[in-house]
């Protein structure tokens, strides 16, 4: 596809239940960012990779948060033992550069029970 | 702080009637900035940054440094601008978004 792809769009874990998100960038794009928008909000920034290097990882709300992207094309976002506080949409986001246009996915809607 | 700052959550007008979405923004120097918008069901997109200084749609935004604004303007609102506004500023290695303006244009 010519988009960010994300999945699953929807997730619904206990707490305590370990999750994993997926983010398949545009072919090329350098740049890859996650973010959490809660009901309301707008988008707060979690980590951005250049390539393969999580070069920021200072939105990350705990060590319960961990992202990667080892091939520097498809990243993984995960939350250990979620909390309820964790509902939220995750976004994932990709670009040709820093401070270029950034196209986003739908979105993982995670529901933690 | 890196803020960006919309102080309408909600607007509504009607068709046809001018529409103004306010963006303020907090930094000194020359910023980068942005509009995104989400329809609804989809996903954000640009709607247009200001460095390329271009009418998307018929809305446009001036960057105003003196007031560190960057309100998002249309001469007449249509029914399909009914949508979730965001002004965002790209800064270091991330976006800075606002909490989004939700616009309505009622027919």
């Known amino acids: 596809g010519a988009g960010v792809s994300q999945s699953p769009r929807y997730k619904v874990a206990k707490r305590g239940q370990d999750v994993a998100l997926r983010c398949d960038p545009i072919?090329?794009?350098?740049?890859l960012f996650w973010y959490q928008q809660a009901l309301g909000q707008g988008p707060e920034f979690l980590t951005y990779f250049q390539n393969e290097a999580q070069l920021d990882k200072s939105g990350l709300p705990s060590d319960r948060f961990f992202a990667e992207r080892p091939e520097g094309s498809v990243s993984t976002l995960k939350i250990q033992r979620t909390q309820q506080e964790d509902s939220a949409v995750y976004l994932c986001a990709s670009s040709r550069g820093r401070n270029t246009e950034a196209f986003f996915g739908q979105g993982t809607r995670l529901t933690v029970v | 702080a890196q803020r960006v700052t919309q102080p309408e959550k909600l607007l509504s007008v009607f068709k046809g009637a001018p529409v103004e979405l306010k963006c303020n923004y907090s930094y000194s120097g020359s910023p980068e900035l942005f509009w995104y918008v989400q329809y609804s069901r989809q996903r954000l997109q640009l709607l247009l940054r200001?460095?390329s200084r271009e009418s998307i749609k018929g809305f446009t935004a001036d960057l105003n440094k003196g007031e560190t604004s960057f309100h998002l303007k249309k001469p007449f609102a249509q029914e399909e601008d009914s949508a979730m506004y965001y002004c965002?500023?790209?800064?270091?290695?991330?976006?800075?978004f606002g909490t989004g303006t939700s616009l309505t244009v009622i027919p």
């Open positions: 200001h460095i």
């Open positions: 072919s090329g794009h350098v740049s």
């Open positions: 965002v500023r790209a800064g270091g290695n991330q976006f800075y």
